[in-house]
């Protein structure tokens, strides 16, 4: 005997809630893997292929992967955020409870992927690019550190952020009936962190700084860095949400379970 459409529909209804952490694992993982990946190519052609920019064998191993990075990464970003904007929920009044309530755990379990991609990039390559550049000085604003923290790991980590708040505010109706400005904080302060790169390297270009962290040429690294405290805020807002919207799921005869 065929199912009907409604009895699908009422099984969903009474079956029991569980938090899907798959896309979160994956996202992880795929992290990893890139992360993972540039630093072991790093490794392998930074010192052989990398020294010099006007090297031939710079622009085949480096400037290549630089613009690879670039093409991809506006591809994605235009894809995923168009994506996003072009499949909103346009009925976000008549949304249940409980598909609210697995948006939402999607969306706070994608933020993990997020503050990760940032992490990685504000730690690792961060660290390693003063570390490079002390140890073999800059010639140009394209050198193997620089192409992997600059035109990869933010690139990152921006286009998650901003695809995470196109999601919220298409998909959710707490995020969508008002602009957070938690969410706007954590997504656009470590944008800027990009254009900062731009100021950065004309002024290493033009005054040839050491390279250290307190030098006044990288506070706006720091301050836009630091940005991603009001994570903190979103995350109290979130906690807020879901103590007024489990209430609901229950009086929908759904049994949550983790």
């Given amino acids: 005997m065929a199912v009907t459409h409604e009895e699908v529909r009422q099984a969903k209804a009474i079956a029991p809630f569980k938090f899907n952490l798959k896309p979160m694992i994956m996202g992880l993982i795929v992290l990893i893997m890139i992360f993972g990946g540039a630093r072991w190519y790093q490794q392998w052609a ?7 920019a006007t090297d031939p064998m710079f622009d085949k191993y480096w400037m290549r992967v630089f613009w690879g990075e670039i ?15 072009m499949t909103r929920d346009k009925h976000l009044n008549n949304l249940k409870p409980r598909e609210e309530l697995r948006r939402l755990m999607l969306w706070v379990s994608m933020l993990v992927v997020y503050a990760f991609a940032f992490y990685f990039a504000g730690s690792f390559y961060a660290e390693q690019d003063a570390t490079w550049h002390q140890t073999v000085v800059r010639d140009t604003s394209f050198t193997p550190s620089h192409i992997f923290l600059f035109y990869m790991s933010m690139p990152v980590f921006i286009i998650l952020g901003f695809s995470l708040f196109f999601y919220a505010i298409t998909r959710l109706p707490f995020f969508a009936r008002k602009i957070s400005i938690a969410l706007v904080l954590v997504v656009c302060g ?21 390279e250290y962290f307190t030098v006044p040429l990288h506070w706006g690294f720091v301050f836009f860095g630091w940005t991603i405290i009001a994570l903190s805020g ?24 983790s």
Wanted: glycine share 8%.
């Fill in 46 to 52: 930074a010192w052989d292929y990398g020294l010099d």
């Fill in 71 to 85: 093409i991809v990464e506006v591809t994605l970003f235009f894809s995923f955020v168009g994506y996003l904007w």
């Fill in 190 to 210: 470590p944008f800027m962190l990009l254009p900062t790169v731009g100021y950065n390297e004309w002024g290493h270009a033009f005054w040839l700084m050491e």
């Fill in 234 to 257: 979103v995350l109290i807002q979130v906690m807020k949400y879901m103590v007024e919207l489990l209430p609901k799921v229950i009086n929908e005869k759904g049994e949550l379970t």
